[in-house]
């Protein structure tokens, strides 16, 4: 597996060149480095023995055998769309680890049919709603969507047609009944298998998720005349709060809180602040105890605001409920790296994957390599080469647990 987890890196820095901003790796939706992508896949793809189509919203998908595609198949892939200067690495290495893996099933005379997708759009950095390519194919396609307009005010469905695809098909880009599984590839994206020294990782689960945005609201006056035990100050409120997030969130095990946004007003040195907004994401695996945790933090806001002689809203952005990965994919992960010598390690992922869209179609599982650092959506994002070749093999023997089931 040495030589080939050389090739799958190799493969993924080939792929990184193809880009919209030369020098750093930008790929959009169904943008022009989107068709020389296409191009370098389907020649690999029919190189494996695959038969490859382009569906309506751009996702590229290759069936082994051809002639299979009306039998029980599992269903591999990630994204090749990126955020603005990325890694080499994110979506792109999930697609190419999933077709080295069908070329070894194919060496193997694995009797296990597989798909291939490559999802056109998972970072919704276009037209700003992420998942694009995993909703057609899971059937939660929004026509509605194709009204959306990128920053160029080009819509979706212009988009689509500009690529050569027919937006009227997206809704035959839902999977048949013969698809029983999906399971995806990808870096962590963060700092736990490092800290652990681990090298991959079953997720259990993609945590839920609540958006909000929360406003104090006081008084703005002259920072040298208003005396300190007369001041309505919006921001040393909103600061007092966010140190409460951070605090409440330290003592509640998997639990995370960010407040990544503030803006104040007049926002002016001189000028106590008398208005300030702040956003507000919250994520554990279990949403009740989100929920219970988004309530707790907005009653420390009225508090404070009570206090400080301020008034708080907050509004809601995103309610996004947990999505648990399939527990019996999931054993046959964890059983495929204990026999690869490896440990057993389960853990919930903190960022949303097309895995996510995927597990409300059928099930789905999700295996995790360490992030060296910790660091993604960055061009610093990397892989080991013996992480890689760890997924490999974790990856082969998964293909042979399943094929079992669906003899």
């Known amino acids: 597996m040495n030589d080939r987890a050389r090739r799958v890196i190799a493969d993924c820095r080939e792929i990184a060149a193809m880009t919209e901003e030369p020098g750093r790796i930008t790929r959009r939706f169904l943008t022009a480095p989107v068709r020389e992508v296409h191009a370098w896949l389907i020649t690999r793809m029919e190189s494996a023995g695959m038969q490859v189509r382009v569906d309506a919203v751009g996702n590229l998908r290759g069936v082994w055998p051809p002639s299979t595609i009306a039998n029980p198949r599992l269903v591999m892939g990630s994204h090749i769309d990126t955020v603005p200067n990325a890694g080499a690495f994110d979506g792109v290495l999930g697609v190419i680890l999933a077709l080295h893996l069908a070329e070894l099933a194919r060496e193997r005379n694995l009797i296990l049919p597989i798909e291939l997708i490559a999802f056109s759009d998972e970072e919704g950095v276009r037209f700003e709603v992420p998942f694009l390519g995993s909703r057609a194919v899971a059937g939660r396609f929004d026509n509605a969507l194709l009204a959306l307009k990128d920053s160029d005010g080009i819509t979706l469905e212009e988009a689509i047609r500009a690529f050569g695809l027919d937006p009227a098909g997206i809704q035959d880009a839902k999977l048949d009944e013969n698809a029983i599984a999906f399971v995806e590839f990808h870096i962590e994206q963060g700092p736990v298998l490092e800290a652990e020294n681990l090298q991959v990782a079953a997720v259990t689960g993609i945590v839920g998720q609540s958006w909000l945005t ?3 609201a006081g008084q703005a006056n002259h920072a040298g005349t ?182």
């Not at 946004?261 to 105890?289: C, I, M, T, W």
């Not at 390690?345 to 360490?370: E, I």
């Open 214 to 216: 929360v406003k104090f």
């Open 226 to 407: 208003t005396p300190m035990h007369l001041r309505r100050d919006a921001l040393a409120g909103a600061a007092e709060w966010i140190a409460a997030v951070e605090a409440q969130a330290q003592s509640s095990d998997g639990l995370v809180a960010t407040v990544g946004k503030v803006a104040a007003e007049p926002n002016a040195g001189n000028v106590v602040p008398g208005y300030v907004q702040v956003s507000l994401d919250v994520r554990h695996l279990n949403d009740r105890v989100r929920h219970t945790a988004v309530e707790e933090m907005l009653r420390r806001a009225e508090a404070i605001a009570l206090r400080r002689n301020l008034t708080v809203e907050s509004v809601y952005q995103m309610d996004q409920p947990a999505v648990p990965m399939d527990e019996r994919l999931t054993s046959f992960l964890t059983d495929a790296m204990e026999a690869a010598g490896l440990p057993a390690k389960t853990m919930p992922s903190g960022a949303g994957h097309d895995a996510m869209v995927m597990a409300t179609r059928l099930p789905t599982a999700m295996l995790f390599l360490r992030s060296p650092g910790g660091i993604s959506h960055h061009p610093d994002e990397k892989v080991l080469e013996i992480d890689v070749e760890a997924a490999l093999t974790v990856g082969l023997q998964f293909l042979q647990r399943l094929a079992l089931e669906v003899r």
